[in-house]
């Protein structure tokens, strides 16, 4: 079975596997060809990939690979080059686009897309989403620092006291929890909110002082699978009145509120901004989701008012050396539960809650319920 790792398109400097990855594939029996400085951008050398067991190759490894690991969906082009029948595993962003499924089926690509993987124990080594957002909270806190031009923790000195930055994390799930951790680490007084009643304890748990509205509404916001229901218009005008006296007195806040499937709400309005202190700065991790901030632009760091916006792009990719180790540990974990360990070969079951969950396409069709065409 060969496993071919090519490298990514421009602006995407992760990489989908580690010499770590490479060591235990090459131990179930796989072939593994990497493309000569795939893991540049996450300081993996060609040396190091060949130490663990994989050989070097280019891109036109692809064609004849069994299974093609990637960080991002392939392109149109990309995808031309694999061979029927090839298992390609990668985040597929497949909300909303139709035509790169379909070019996908039509190669008879068998595509498993990893941000679908179920929240389950068993999974949980295998989750992208929660790996990626857990960097990309730390991230956040580490550019608001950058940008911030005051200290994080309260100073005491000779020459006189700093006070300590007040942190305002919104969206307390696996990205908020881990930017609490690490503007706590800093020294920052933080406070957090979220809808889901859950996530206070979270909150407390690490420090954090919990603001929120806490009514019969909010008791009841979260869905069965863990996630945050959309609001009514009346709790999130009640939500908005309760953040805007709140903001008017932080230094930093850290957006990364997210509901599935649905645009990311808007939680910071122009005239809550407005009312900051001149140098504060807010991170808008939803940015690429349409973002919680009024003003914020993906891929840039936007002046309004008086606070500097940051709206970067693939916050993850910002500390793709880490995050690379991570995701590629995601892929291989899950890649190993397709590996036959008699034959060494690929041997799926379809019925697998994990296959089923993840699975695009196949035998030329696009097959995930959510994706497939409503009239086939
Ligand atoms: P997410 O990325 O979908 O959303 C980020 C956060 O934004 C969530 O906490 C959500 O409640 C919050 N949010 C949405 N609308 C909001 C609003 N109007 N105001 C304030 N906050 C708002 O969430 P996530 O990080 O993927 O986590 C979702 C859930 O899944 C959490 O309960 C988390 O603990 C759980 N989880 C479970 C597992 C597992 O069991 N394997 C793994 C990861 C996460």
Do not use: C
Not at 195 to 209: C, D, H, M, N, Y
Not at 281 to 305: F, H, K, M, P
């Amino acid at each position: 079975m060969k496993i071919f790792i090519p490298r990514e398109a421009e602006g995407e400097p992760r990489v989908a596997a580690s010499p770590d990855t490479v060591k235990k594939l090459a131990g179930l029996g796989a072939t593994i060809v990497i493309e000569s400085g795939a893991g540049a951008l996450s300081r993996i050398t060609d040396e190091a990939y060949e130490a663990a067991g994989a050989t070097i190759g280019s891109a036109s490894d692809a064609s004849d690979a069994d299974v093609v690991l990637k960080v991002r969906r392939p392109s149109a082009d990309d995808v031309a080059t694999y061979k029927k029948g090839a298992v390609v595993i990668a985040t597929m962003d497949p909300y909303g686009n139709d035509e790169a499924l379909k070019t996908l089926a039509e190669a008879g690509i068998l595509a498993f897309a990893m941000e679908l993987m179920p929240r389950i124990t068993r999974a949980q080594s295998m989750d992208v989403l929660s790996s990626q957002a857990n960097l990309a909270g730390y991230q956040a806190v580490i550019d608001a620092s950058h940008t911030f031009d005051r200290a994080f923790p309260m100073m005491m000195t000779a020459a006189g006291t700093v006070p300590a930055a007040r942190v305002f994390v919104m969206g307390a799930g696996v990205a908020g929890l881990q930017a609490i951790a690490t503007a706590k680490r800093l020294g920052a007084i933080v406070t957090a909110t979220d809808v889901r009643p859950a996530s206070k304890e979270q909150v407390e748990s690490l420090g954090g002082k919990f603001v929120a509205v806490e009514d019969e509404e909010f008791k009841a916001a979260e869905t069965s699978g863990g996630y945050a229901k959309e609001m009514s218009k009346a709790y999130q005008a009640k939500q908005a009145e309760l953040v805007a006296s709140h903001i008017a007195k932080q230094d930093i806040v850290i957006t990364t509120a997210l509901i599935p499937g649905r645009p990311a709400p808007k939680l910071v309005s122009k005239a809550m901004i407005e009312s900051m202190k001149p140098g504060s700065v807010i991170v808008d991790l939803a940015v690429e989701r349409g973002g919680n901030v009024e003003g914020a632009v993906a891929g840039e760091i936007a002046e309004v008012g008086p606070v500097r916006v940051i709206g970067h792009r693939n916050v993850p990719g910002r500390i793709a050396a880490s995050a690379s180790l991570l995701y590629s540990k995601n892929l291989s974990t899950f890649l190993e539960t397709m590996i036959d360990k008699e034959s060494k070969g690929l041997k799926i079951d379809f019925d697998d809650e994990l296959v089923k969950a993840t699975l695009l396409t196949r035998d030329g069709k696009v097959v995930h319920p959510n994706f497939a065409p409503k009239d086939a």
